[in-house]
C-alpha cells in the first residue's frame, strides 16, 4: 500500500510510547488513532493511494472496498469508500476518522451510513483568524483525546500566535473539553496507560515558536491522571539531547547530538535512566526480535544477542510496519515479492503469520 503522505501529521511519525505509574483504575478501549491504516483483529482498514478506504481480511488475503453499496464501480466520490480520512480508528464496530477539515466521523465497517460526529476544536475552527490542526489522538474508555496545532492571526499586526491544545472529545455527547494549552510548543499523545494519558511537549525557546532547532526545544515527557488531569513531568532535556526516534513497550529509543549511529540510548519509564545501545527493537517475540540497526540502516533479527539479517527475498530489502493481530507488516522498499494475492512491489505493504514469518515460509499477502 503506498502511504499518502501529508506534512501535517508529520510530526506524528516521530510519536512515542510512554509507560506510567501503575493504578487501581483499569482504562478501557485503549487504541490509537493511527494514520491511513488500523490493525483490528480481524482485519487491516486503510486507505489506499486513491483515497479510498479498504478492507484487508487476514483469514482470506482479500483486500475489498469498504463499500456495500449495489453496483458501485468504486471510483467515484460517491462510492461509501471514498474518502479524506487522516486519521482511522475502529472501536465498538464503527470505523471512527478525523477528515479533512477537522470533522470527526463515523460509519459501519462494511462502509455504510457515515454520519458527521462534530466539527473538532471549534472554539478556534470556528474563528476567521483562528485554524486547530489535529496532530494526535487516542481513545481511552470510550472518550477521544486530541492535540492541535493552533495557529492564530492577528490581522492588525499582521502577526501570528502559535499554540498547541489538548482536549477531551466525547462522541456520545458530541461535546469538547480544552484541558491544557500552551504557547509556542506542540503536544503529541503516546499512549494511555491504566489512568495516565502519556504525552510529549515540545516547547520553542524562540520567540516566533519555531521547533526547527533542536537546540532551542525542549523535549518534555509528561503523564496526566485522567481521573484529576494533575500533569507529572517524567524526563526532560533539549531535544538536541533527546531527540526521539522510536519507542517498544515501556521503552524509548533517542539519540544524543541527533547521532543515531554513535549515540543511541533508550529509557525506561518506571525507571528514566538513559541506557547506550547498539541497536532500536522495534519488535519483540521469543522467536526473535525485529531491530533497527543504525550502523548500516538495516532491519534485522536478533536472538540471544545473535544479529542476522533480516531477508525475505535474495534481491528484495523491507521495512517493519506493526504487528497486526497474529501476524506483521512490511513495507516492500526495492525489489518485488510474490504474494498469494498478487505481485509486491516497491511502496506495497504486506502481511504475513507470525507462524510462517518464524518459520521462512514466503506466504505474502498484498495490502492493497
Partial sequence: MKKISTVLFAVLLCVLLLGCEQNTYKATQTAKFELSSFASDKGIYYLDQSAYLKYFDYSSGKNVFLCN???CSH???????NSNAQFILVENKYLYTIDGESILASRNLDGSNYSVVMKL?????NSDNCVAYPMSAISVGG???????????????????????LTCVDPISKSEEIILEDTNAQYSIINAVDDSLCFFEY?????DGSLSDLNNVECILLTMKLSDKSVIV?????????????????????????????NLYSLKFQNPEPVKQKYRTLYSNVKGNIIYDYADNKYKIEKNEDVSDLILDEDTTV??????????VFSCLSGTLEGLNGKISQQDDFYVSKDDFYAGRNQYYKIG
Fill in 121 to 125: 476544536c471549534e472554539q478556534y475552527n
Fill in 319 to 328: 521495512a517493519f510496519g506493526y504487528e497486526a493481530n497474529d501476524g506483521l
Fill in 234 to 262: 517524567v524526563y526532560q532535556d533539549k531535544q538536541i539531547n533527546f531527540n526521539p526516534c522510536g519507542y517498544l513497550d515501556e521503552t524509548i529509543y533517542f539519540s544524543k547530538d541527533n547521532d543515531l549511529k554513535n
Fill in 75 to 81: 471510483d467515484t466520490e460517491a462510492c461509501y469508500a
Fill in 143 to 165: 472518550k477521544f483525546y486530541l492535540t492541535y496545532d493552533v495557529t492564530i492571526l492577528d490581522s492588525d499586526k499582521g502577526t501570528e500566535e502559535k499554540k498547541t491544545v
Fill in 203 to 207: 516547547k520553542a525557546g524562540s520567540n
Fill in 69 to 71: 453499496k449495489p453496483e
